[in-house]
């Protein structure tokens, strides 16, 4: 592999890290601020499921609590 090619290879999989952190970051605060309606709860697990799947079984499990 030329130098340029995993420069760009680099590059890309900083951006796919960052942005999948943001999300990351969005849905949490989400979590942690939503009222304890279970509409709420209901709309932050849609969120969290489309989001970030690996955060999904996470996100149910803070909701739960918070019951």
């Not at 999989?13 to 979590?31: G, P, W």
């Not at 939503?34 to 499921?49: G, R």
């Amino acid at each position: 592999m030329s130098e340029n090619r995993v420069k760009q290879q680099l590059n890309k999989l900083k951006a796919e890290q960052k942005a999948k952190s943001t999300k990351r970051k969005f849905v949490e605060n989400y979590i942690n601020d939503s009222t304890n309606k279970f509409e709420d709860k209901l709309n932050a697990v849609k969120i969290t499921q489309k989001a970030d799947q690996d955060l999904f079984a996470n996100a149910i499990k803070v909701l739960m609590k918070k019951n």
